[in-house]
């Protein structure tokens, strides 16, 4: 049997793992449009931030695909799928397959503004771009941050660690507008404050300003900001160029409970895969590495041709800055409709949001501990007849 | 493979676990000195109660483990050989991914770590299992326990007739 993974991160080394254990004879072959063995993509803020260097942004050991017979193609970015003829095709080459897993992942969205296109805008998603970013901050005072989620913050913490001034601008009347309410963003961005973080809420960029390189920043208010370094977190976008009629697939490759596509012999995991919600019951991307790398598990299991009946995928979130812990999963933000719960002691917040006597969402801020039994009672739908006893700390 | 297992009958839900773990995770490894240690050791076992029922929770070791999914820096693995989760602290990077989906809710944070059950490596033998005065805890293999379970069974059984 020929294995045939697009994508070398979260969803495809997971699934190449698992399916090694499962079928030891067949050929797996991973490829990737990158120069690197498999990292964590979630390291790379780490990174610039320095505190940890660059062998420990690899999160396998070096005899890692020789050890597991895991043909590792670097380099080869995928422009076309024949689906007919069971066939991949690179710049370079093309590949045969028996068993497809599309785990190509996203890419972060650019901006077209004017002058987006000036040397010192970044945006932060491959070692690549961290490496670029680190080159470039060396001779950078002040960075402009575009965009408050969390990519942004955690590029905002690595370049303030390298003692660099950060501005973050963000759209929304607060940050994390994807993934926390205003109060829990109200605690997070008081604790970045606190480090040296400056914010600016509720506005946005219009125009970069300079000539051979970003210099200025200038706001919809009017307001022009210095900018040695501009880092734009405004979201991910899947990459499904090489799919036929792609523009179809712009908000991902929607799957069915068993992971597949409707192309024959064609499975997807990850941050392109369109999988099924559990907290809103729904079909969404949830482009986040637990996620990711569950989907490149039980897509493996369906490959081999054992039926494994994928759980559904959660919106979840873990954040850490300067000691203060937050967790998030599910809905978080909507409260019509949902019986809310909410309590306050100090710096700890924690917001429980439940459709009748089922847990849909949590907040956790502060103290942490047990949030996971939370994302167990979104995913298991079971009900709660009392307040958890592990809560009462507060 | 050996596993920490329960006997929910004896736990009397007195917690000289907890103290004999944080212990056993401290730099002097004795309990009159851990206690004034800054920062202070964490414990890796919790006993939950429900009602009249005490449970000793710590790391299940999970088959899919989905704390091992969720580790983005590879300091999370599973032990083919021994069947167990190991959290190398030298690469975790504090992102608390593995806090947020294990559904046991048994890893905690220490010095901006995960800290979990790791069966008292360093002393070679859970101290919890030692120290539980009731022996509701036994570090022994599954198919052990069950033979012992049987047996407790059917004696009780026959004890009844």
């Known amino acids: 049997m020929k294995y045939l993974i697009i994508g070398n991160s979260a969803a495809?080394?997971?699934?190449?793992?698992?399916?090694?254990?499962?079928?030891?004879?067949?050929?797996?072959?991973?490829?990737?449009?990158?120069?690197?063995?498999?990292?964590?993509?979630?390291?790379?803020?780490?990174?610039?931030?320095?505190?940890?260097?660059?062998?420990?942004?690899?999160?396998?050991?070096?005899?890692?695909?020789?050890?597991?017979?895991?043909?590792?193609?670097?380099?080869?970015?995928?422009?076309?799928?024949d689906f007919e003829a069971k066939k991949v095709f690179t710049a370079k080459n093309s590949y045969s397959y028996d068993r497809l897993l599309i785990a190509s992942g996203a890419k972060a969205k650019k901006l077209s503004l004017p002058g987006s296109n000036l040397p010192g805008i970044f945006t932060l998603r491959t070692l690549e771009d961290a490496k670029n970013i680190l080159d470039y901050s060396r001779k950078a005072e002040q960075a402009v941050i575009v965009g408050g989620g969390l990519v942004s913050l955690k590029g905002a913490y690595g370049l303030l660690k390298r003692g660099i001034k950060v501005t973050i601008v963000v759209a929304s009347r607060q940050i994390l507008s994807q993934v926390l309410d205003e109060t829990a963003a109200g605690l997070v961005q008081q604790n970045l404050e606190k480090q040296g973080m400056k914010f600016l809420l509720g506005e946005d960029v219009l125009e970069f300003l300079g000539e051979d390189k970003v210099f200025e920043v200038k706001l919809t208010n009017g307001q022009v900001i210095k900018a040695d370094l501009v880092l734009i977190g405004k979201g991910v976008i899947p990459n499904v160029d090489f799919l036929p009629e792609a523009e179809k697939f712009s908000e991902g490759i929607l799957v069915d409970h068993y992971l597949?596509?409707?192309?024959?012999?064609?499975?997807?995991?990850?941050?392109?895969?369109?999988?099924?919600?559990?907290?809103?019951?729904?079909?969404?991307?949830?482009?986040?590495?637990?996620?990711?790398?569950?989907?490149?598990?039980?897509?493996?299991?369906?490959?081999?041709?054992?039926?494994?009946?994928?759980?559904g995928s959660i919106g979840m979130n873990s954040l850490e800055f300067f000691g203060y812990n937050t967790i998030a999963a599910g809905i978080t933000r909507q409260e019509e409709g949902y019986t809310v719960i909410k309590q306050r002691q100090g710096a700890n917040y924690l917001k429980l949001v439940l459709e009748g006597e089922k847990l849909k969402g949590y907040i956790l801020c502060g103290e942490v501990r047990g949030a996971g039994r939370l994302t167990q009672l979104i995913r298991s739908g079971s009900k709660i007849k009392q307040f958890p006893s592990f809560l009462k700390r507060f | 493979m050996r596993e920490i297992l329960v006997d929910l009958e004896k736990c009397l839900g007195c917690k000289t676990c907890e103290l004999a773990?944080?212990?056993?995770?401290?730099?002097?490894?004795?309990?009159?000195?851990?206690?004034?240690?800054?920062?202070?050791?964490?414990?890796?076992?919790?006993?939950?109660?429900?009602?009249?029922?005490?449970?000793?929770?710590?790391?299940?070791?999970?088959?899919?483990?989905?704390?091992?999914?969720?580790?983005?820096s590879g300091a999370l693995t599973k032990d083919e050989l021994t069947g167990e989760v190991v959290l190398n602290s030298q690469r975790c990077i504090g992102c608390f991914m593995c806090v947020m989906v294990c559904p046991f809710g048994v890893i905690v944070e220490n010095q901006r770590k995960a800290a979990k059950c790791d069966r008292c490596a360093e002393i070679g033998y859970p101290q919890c299992v030692l120290a539980c005065p009731t022996k509701a805890l036994s570090f022994i293999e599954v198919p052990v326990y069950a033979k012992k379970e049987r047996k407790k069974y059917l004696t009780n059984f026959l004890v009844k007739e």
């Open chain 1, 12 to 81: 495809g080394i997971f699934a190449a793992e698992s399916l090694r254990k499962l079928d030891p004879v067949g050929e797996i072959t991973v490829l990737t449009d990158e120069p690197y063995a498999v990292y964590g993509r979630c390291l790379t803020s780490y990174f610039i931030a320095g505190d940890i260097s660059e062998d420990q942004i690899f999160i396998r050991s070096q005899d890692f695909y020789e050890k597991n017979r895991i043909n590792l193609k670097k380099q080869e970015k995928v422009v076309k799928i």
């Open chain 1, 260 to 311: 597949r596509t409707s192309w024959e012999n064609v499975w997807a995991a990850g941050d392109v895969a369109k999988t099924f919600d559990v907290a809103h019951g729904k079909y969404r991307v949830n482009a986040l590495w637990p996620n990711a790398a569950e989907q490149g598990r039980v897509a493996a299991i369906n490959m081999v041709g054992q039926n494994c009946v994928y759980q």
């Open chain 2, 21 to 72: 773990c944080a212990t056993a995770h401290s730099k002097e490894k004795n309990f009159f000195a851990a206690i004034f240690e800054e920062p202070k050791p964490v414990r890796r076992i919790f006993v939950e109660a429900d009602g009249s029922t005490n449970f000793p929770l710590t790391c299940r070791h999970c088959e899919d483990a989905p704390c091992v999914t969720a580790c983005m």
